[in-house]
Nanobody, 114 residues
Framework: QVRLVESGGGLVQAGGSLRLSCAASGSIFGFNTMGWYRQAPGKQRELVATITSGGTTNYADFAKGRTSISRDNAKNTVLLQMNSLKPEDTAVYYC????????WGRGTQVTVSS
């Protein structure tokens, strides 16, 4: 079992930045992937960015060029930095952890005001 605790989010002005962090605890060993997904009202949950324990990253097209994901394997934490925010970035952002199973955080609301 893996527990994910997210922090960050809130209300941000358009053009601003967000910084989200997630700490994983529990049965963590071996290769794994951590990252972030988001879900806007009335839309499906979608990938933002992920990073493997080996450091390989994957970004959604909308995130490329303005988003950075990093992790600390010793602390089992992942950090998401997104810049140049737009109102359409408004969503609940979920921390994601995958090893042999997918785990989700409870989500943190990000609202971008125009």
């Amino acid at each position: 079992q893996v527990r994910l605790v997210e922090s960050g989010g809130g209300l941000v002005q358009a053009g601003g930045s967000l910084r989200l962090s997630c700490a994983a605890s529990g049965s963590i060993f071996g290769f794994n992937t951590m990252g972030w997904y988001r879900q806007a009202p009335g839309k499906q949950r979608e990938l933002v960015a992920t990073i493997t324990s080996g450091g390989t990253t994957n970004y959604a097209d909308f995130a490329k060029g303005r988003t950075s994901i990093s992790r600390d394997n010793a602390k089992n934490t992942v950090l998401l930095q997104m810049n140049s925010l737009k109102p359409e970035d408004t969503a609940v952002y979920y921390c994601y952890f995958y090893t042999n199973w997918v785990y989700w955080g409870r989500g943190t609301q990000v609202t971008v005001s125009s």
